[in-house]
């Protein structure tokens, strides 16, 4: 997520759309990156989470000359639990890391996992880099092809065949976006029903939207955004829920799972007239638009859970690196509103590769027929 | 729709969530099947319909002596214009007359429908029927298999697999409830996807889904509604939409495709704690859950536009068959607050057969190159 887009300069501060929050609270200004108070949060963590991982995360931010410093008693009113999807992440690595050696042992057998690189960009070779290191941190195997950026697509079909083909490999991963001359449909297509680890297949997304049926894999953005709310035993079942973008790959899949689980679900998204008012209306925010900031405080239902997804980097000159990376969601606001959120980062993040090493994980059990 | 349910009683006054309409007016009683004025209703149009379909429609209706007579006033405060399915899918059929003859006088191919019967359900064979006749009115070939109740699995597949090779055949469709010894899922998947003209495949509606993919058919029921609203002219994109009910058949593609429209789109189910609430946001509602006159007047935000997939048959002593059918929507009530809304019969069920024949036709366009 994130990595392709450009780098934009946005606080909450700066939106058009603020607002006060919908209860009678005085509020001078919109936290983002123009909080001065040194803020403690709560990181609450799920029943389901061992007593170990409880923390607290002290937040700092810079005062901004601009902007009046926010009182104690404001402080004071921040009361979202973080959702902790580093943690979360964390256990469920090490749940993965048992049913490895555990199949290891039984059977003899090693889940894998190949992931195919074209081209250079640095934010895809980062990703594949980490999710090279998920792997051995788990005891999957990982095989990479890194190709050049002006390989045919008959080239990348090759390969994916050779994978397809390959009972080691237990799930085929083709980083995305591909270079403009390789059409995107006709590589994702390729790649086998039982291996689509990313459960990006029409065959996959049909199967979920459809009732009775099963689909071989969820994709694991969304798959790790439903996990979170498990995890830390928030019900959706019967929840009104709003669906923030909707993207083949999270968005409209985020949706179909809330759906799966009961919830009555919206979507909101660029043709939406009143995005803040629905929004508002939700138990459950799922964001995934990729617009830093956007949803403010005034578009949270008082106690609403929060599953931010968007990960934008914004100019900060404070930032060694010249930028840091926020949500869709103003956290700062959205933690006087909400009853939780995650994090950007430490949130949906870590999530996406521990979902990743599950469904592969998941396919090797199915092939083997392995319980 | 609608044959496999058992007989009911149902008139909008008898329901609890009765309430008064959200807008000054006095109201003593809740139409449904009590309404006791002679009302005439403006039976509109939409600007694509040649000027020959306007019409008036004379709803006459029986006093109840249990509840007040409705004034005349009351009765001139109806507006809703009614949408006429009938006379859409009467069009729609006249068109695939043309497009029919034109493709036989350029290739020398008739498009033609395999349907596969098992069992002797009443309400199938009179669909079966229905769609034959309405073939044989446009031109295309139908061909008909009927098996009896007791038909192993295997043998409905090889009849599946017949038709699924035979080039004549364009599009197969098998009535459903199948015989509870048969596995629907195993039956549907059998189809080719290039016959599948009731679009039920889990890979079409996973294109359906998709943003970008195109399905190769759309389901019937789910398309007729959008149809409609098409052919009345009535703007989709930015509008909310509400979808009360999330079958595979109807409700959610019916959501994917106003999705597809840029609407906004909610879906109402059965664990939604709120339906009346959610309901009464939308400038669209579809309702297909087989509840009769479950949406209320009190439901419906003035001037929107409601399309009613519901067929329920409601006891009727006054009716020679003793019954008489109904949809989800309080018609009566929808007709003082709704700007449209499409009547039960006479609605969205006409307008099914007339996308059947459209996806017959199709397909056989698709399978020969012909535009």
């Known amino acids: 997520m994130g990595g392709s887009r450009s780098m934009i300069f946005a606080d909450c501060s700066s939106s058009t759309t603020a607002r006060l929050v919908p209860f009678g609270r005085s509020r001078l200004l919109c936290g983002g990156g123009a909080l001065c108070a040194r803020r403690r949060l709560h990181v609450g963590v799920g029943p389901s989470l061992p007593a170990s991982l409880r923390t607290t995360l002290t937040v700092h931010s810079s005062p901004s000359p601009s902007l009046p410093v926010m009182n104690a008693t404001m402080a004071s009113e921040a009361s979202a639990k973080v959702i902790d999807g580093k943690a979360v992440a964390k256990q469920i690595r090490d749940e993965i890391t048992g049913e490895v050696s555990r199949m290891k042992d039984a059977i003899g057998v090693v889940p894998g996992l190949a992931v195919i690189l074209v081209g250079d960009r640095k934010d895809s070779a980062t990703y594949v880099r980490n999710k090279k290191k998920a792997c051995q941190s788990v005891g999957i195997n990982s095989f990479e092809v890194h190709l050049p950026e002006d390989t045919s697509e008959q080239e990348v079909l090759k390969h994916i065949s050779v994978f397809n083909d390959d009972p080691s490999v237990h799930g085929i991963l083709v980083q995305l976006p591909l270079p403009c001359h390789i059409d ?18 029409p065959l996959n997304i049909g199967r979920l939207a459809m009732r009775g049926r099963e689909p071989l894999f969820i994709p ?27 993207s083949n790959i999270v968005g409209m899949p985020a949706a179909l799972l809330l759906q799966r689980e009961d919830a009555t679900v919206s979507i909101v998204h660029s043709r939406t007239k009143n995005p803040e008012e629905i929004t508002r209306q939700a138990d459950i925010i799922i964001s995934a638009v990729g617009q830093p900031n956007m949803v403010r405080g005034s578009w949270i239902k008082p106690g609403a859970v929060i599953i931010d997804v968007g990960i934008n980097p914004v100019e900060d000159a404070k930032s060694p690196r010249g930028y840091r990376l926020v949500g869709d969601v103003c956290y700062e606001e959205a933690c006087e509103v909400a009853s939780a959120i995650t994090p950007v980062p430490g949130g949906v993040g870590p999530m996406t590769i521990a979902m990743l ?3 592969t994980l998941t396919s090797a059990k199915r092939v083997h027929n392995f319980q």
């Open 184 to 201: 995107e449909q006709s590589i994702l297509n390729a790649v086998s029903m039982e291996k689509d680890v990313d459960g990006f297949h």
């Open 220 to 246: 694991c953005t969304p798959k790790g955004c439903i996990e979170l709310l498990h995890r830390y035993g928030f019900d959706i079942k019967g929840k009104r829920a709003v669906v923030i973008g909707r």
């Open 357 to 359: 090493l599950s469904n």
